[in-house]
């Protein structure tokens, strides 16, 4: 009988789930996901092996987070400081401007570009859950995907950007942008002052992934930010 083995099969699913969940073991981590439960436990047999180090884990993840994954997108928002034509195309058309360059893949499909100006600044966010542009800027921070984050940077956004060190001028009007399933954003933020002529390169060096989420401006040259004149080039 097909339906008893179908109902057998799901009774043994369900067996397996509470045997799992009653064996816990009162351990702190039983509200993890069964994907997080899992990896926790690997990573724990691991380390236990000799296999891993906890700490190397953590630095390939950080790597990806601040500086392989971001790299992506630096390169789109240096391309649009050195390239009027490609900024149009990315205002445009972010997806095809992005793909492009070779940068296309999961949750990136949709990709609108929302530029900073003088007068507008942009940031992201994803209310719902963490919908992140993966392809420009690789796996998302930790408080990106955060409650707190997600509620107030909505309601209150000079006060969150102001958490992250971020002041801008009164007059500065702050958009909100909600990622979707559907609609992937990446802020392209100001090309600073004292970066003429520099490469695309160069100037990539700047673009810091907060910068690309709004949280940040891209950094100042090394030489303005040292506070060292920089006349001999002006
Ligand atoms: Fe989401």
Redesign the pocket.
Known sequence: MGYSWLVGHDHHHNHDHDHGHHHGDGEPDNHLKPIEARVRALETILTEKGLIDPAAIDAIVDTYQNDVGPRNGAAVVAKAWTEPEFAARLADDATEAIASLGFIGRQGEHMQAVFNTPDVHNVVV?T????YPWPVLGLPPVWYKSPPYRSRVVMEPRAVLAEFGLELPAETEVRVWD???ELRYLVIPMRPDGTDGWSAGELAELVSRDSMIGTAVADRPASAAAGISTEATG
């Not at 719902?128 to 919908?131: D, Q, R, V």
């Open positions: 994803c719902l859950c963490s919908c990622s979707t399933a």
